[in-house]
């Protein structure tokens, strides 16, 4: 049996079609078939308050925020779903890795992986942005391979629920997967 790793998987987008919520229903699914020893689960970042530190009460968070910074202190390892606003990350995103940075900073020493679909770079300027903001809360990033979409070239990637249909694409997640699958063990000295 392999082991399984626990992945928790953040979207960047609140829209209902977001293909960055595509992309990980897709790791889902392919986590519950073709890959062996990962458990993905879709965390909800949409109803976070934004970050306002007057919100902190003698070092505590509010509930929602607890639960979703609980979420993340179980996982072994992260997969960020990060459309590209304006060249960096969603204020969504930010927003939600702002709150789980608060001490304790939950993130320390978590494997993690990027996704994207977007135009010309397919998203690609929001996984420089993130892995930036990942030195200084110490995740770390696999390095390869890394997944941009361009979502806007034919033929379609996604259909209009925003589920991913692009055969190629899926075997790119696949692989990105694995490779977190590996590197997540590896920081844990369990291969
Ligand atoms: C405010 C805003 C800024 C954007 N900036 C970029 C950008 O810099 N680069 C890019 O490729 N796409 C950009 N886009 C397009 C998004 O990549 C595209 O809308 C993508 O589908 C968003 O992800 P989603 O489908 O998960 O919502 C921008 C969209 C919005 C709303």
Redesign the pocket.
């Known amino acids: 049996m392999a082991i399984v790793i626990k992945v928790a998987a953040l979207?960047?987008?609140l829209?209902k079609?977001?293909?960055?919520?595509?992309l990980i229903r897709a790791a889902i699914e392919l986590s519950k078939g073709e890959i062996e020893g990962i458990e993905i689960e879709f965390i909800e970042i949409s109803e976070l308050p934004m970050l306002n530190t007057d919100l902190e009460i003698n070092g505590t968070y509010p509930p929602i925020v607890e639960a979703f910074r609980q979420k993340i202190l179980q996982a072994d390892s992260i997969l960020f779903?990060s459309?590209?606003?304006?060249?960096s990350v969603t204020a969504l995103l930010k927003n939600a890795i702002d709150w789980a940075s608060r001490p304790p900073n939950v993130w320390a020493g978590k494997a993690a992986s990027i996704v994207s679909?977007?135009?010309?770079?397919?998203?690609g300027?929001s996984h420089y942005h993130l892995r930036q903001i990942g030195v200084y809360i110490d995740l770390r990033f696999i390095n390869k391979p890394e997944f941009f979409l361009l979502?806007f070239k034919p033929p379609p990637k996604f259909n209009d629920d925003?589920d991913l249909i692009d055969e190629e694409a899926k075997d790119k997640l696949k692989q990105v997967l694995l490779s977190l699958r590996a590197f997540t063990l590896r920081l844990q000295g369990k291969n």
């Open positions: 979207s960047g987008s829209r079609a977001s293909y960055h919520s595509g779903a459309p590209e606003y304006n060249y679909a977007g135009g010309d770079f397919g998203g300027r979502a925003g």
